[in-house]
């Protein structure tokens, strides 16, 4: 089956950008989504359809593609943003997935 | 804004079987696909299946499947998640969640169900 690979973390200073890549085989043939979860929280969608942002979701959330991975940036990170980061595609087969999580930290 | 609200937190031994529960509401239920995702403690989150609400049409996680049972009751908006024969390692927390309108991804999510199981 596919999978998906990212980051156990990234950490970076508040006001600067983050970035949270997602590598996979299933990648390019199909949309990648991204998943904000806070302890004790159920999963967000952050963004969906590689780069689509939903209603209610600040600005500085993003998404893009190239290749086999999918990226999440964050511009301006605040400290409100720290949390575990999740995406998810599915495969030809019709199994969804999802990456293993990155843990981002503020600074 | 879609609800999604799950039924509480189960205590259960090994051997016993469960039923978790997720409720919509009549306008937000109706010919949508509900998912289920399970999260152990301190892991990540992992795709069990997924269900048509409108004829329990289901589809299964290769690496779930014949432990699980997902079915929905389109009348009463509800969609189950059984599982069977539990054991310790079936300790986690279960979530439902809504495919979105716009792909193959889930928009909303219910509060997540804790099961522990232990003798």
New interface residues.
Partial sequence: SSTLTQPPSVSVSAGQTARITCSGHAVPNHYAHWYQQKPGQAPVVVIYKDNERPSGIPERFSGSTSGTTVTLTISGVQAEDEADYYCQSDDSSGSWMFGGGTKLTVL | EVQLVQSGAEVKKPGESLKISCLGSADTFPKYWI?W?RQMPGG????MG?VYTDDSDA?Y??SFEGHITISADRSLSIAYLQLNSLKASDTATY?C?RR?D??????S????TQVTVSS
């Fill in positions: 998912g995702v990540g989150l992992e795709w997924i589809r996680n290769p979530y969640a979105g716009y792909g193959i991804y889930f928009d999510w219910g509060q997540g």
